[in-house]
């Protein structure tokens, strides 16, 4: 249930392994577009799974709830669960999917299993879910149906393979008749390949998903800070340390990319979450918070690196190259991109932007404020500043000649560390600036140095 970025990826990995999986959503034109065999997600590998299973019948869409739960044994959520202006979360996606769900349940005789992968605060499932469930279907968890929460973590932009391959599985549930149900199912789904498997209660399941993407986020706000004082000493560059920090400490490398602060649909909105339960309990959330005012400050950087070569910025115009939260996606929520846009453009700059992918989700928000080009060269034309806000590897075909030929003033702002440093800072031809990554020619820190004691 719900068709988006988790939920149509997450059917069709099931689909293309033989199962019979009923996709559902409320959203009338997405059904029209999935049955027609057009994903309306970008997402690698997703468009040729959605011809293969319509084909082959293992997949169908619905907007029919009660036939849905009546033809399966299983039923997966996965609606969306946005920030509300308070950083908690809104639930009513799930608590009116959930009454639709217990309304079909009480129809239906045989046990069935709910798996809530939604992400969720801790203890919704057990205390704002199930109580759902039970009232509108009039039966009882565990004896007519059952009920999990399963977090998912797969990446945007690696949607399938995430979801083939994934780092574990987490079963959150209070009876062991559930957890078991949904063990053997995802035992026969990885068969030899069946990762580390978690089997936990709800609340700490909720709580697994909420800490993986709160300290991901304070990896990255821990990475741009350091990257933002690499800037500052001679000779420091975030891409040397981050090696260095990567093999002693094994980190993740996934999440150790510095650049102008994270964004997408999960980790701004599950960090603001937890921000909010810890607020709910009296505790103080101040390394979650740091986190967050981090984050929020880092894309500024490229607007102050523009003012250091430009000065004033009114009436310059910038190309922006890349939109989406991150390359191999679509999606353009919480953007950093799109959040410099509208710095820019608010501080009279003349704004012209491109992106592989993103630019009808772009035009939805940013509407008539900036300029579409058609393609990435087309955006250079003129401008007075490129920025790289997003890491698109289509981006990198061009060289330094190409920036100087199309640029009215080849000032480039690499924002997200995608070209070759070297190769672009020996050329005459580029002013080049990559954050996390002095630029100080004359070798002479900005700061004071203490001269050592002379102990001879
Ligand atoms: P999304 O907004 O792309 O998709 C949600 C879908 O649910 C929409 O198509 C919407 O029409 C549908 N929907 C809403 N109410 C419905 C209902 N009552 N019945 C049927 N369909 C309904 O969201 P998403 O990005 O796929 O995220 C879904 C959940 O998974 C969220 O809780 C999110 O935090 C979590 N999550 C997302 C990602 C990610 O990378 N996008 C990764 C891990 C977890």
Redesign the pocket.
Known sequence: ???????LATALCFADAGYEVLG????PE?IRMIASGRSPIHEVGIESLLSGSLKDGHFSVSSDVKDAITRTDITFV????PSQPDGDIDLS?IS??AA?IGTALGAKKEYHLVVV???VVPTSTTFSILPILETSSGKKVPVDFGLCFSP?????GTAIEDTMNPDALIIGSEDDRSSGVLSRLYEAFYRGKLPYTLVTSTSNAEFVKYSVNAFRATQLSFLNSLANLCEKIPGADVGEVTKGLRAVTKIDERYLKSGLGFGG??LP?DLRALISTFQKTGLNPELLTATLVVNNAQPRRAIEVSREFLGEIRDKQFALLGLSFKPGTDDIRESVAISLAVALVSSGARVRVYDPRAMSNARHVLGNSVEYAQTAISCLQHADCCILATGWDEFKKITPSGFKQLMRNPLIIDGCRLFDAPVFETTREVSFYQLGKNHNDARQPEFQVVPAKNYG
């Not at 249930?1 to 939920?7: A, F, S």
């Not at 559902?24 to 959203?27: A, L, P």
């Not at 996965?78 to 669960?81: D, F, P, Q």
């Open positions: 249930m719900g068709l988006g970025y988790v939920g559902v959503d409320i959203d997405k996965t609606v969306g669960t996606f009116s999917a639709e992968k939604s992400t998912e973590f797969l990446r945007e649909s999960c909105k």
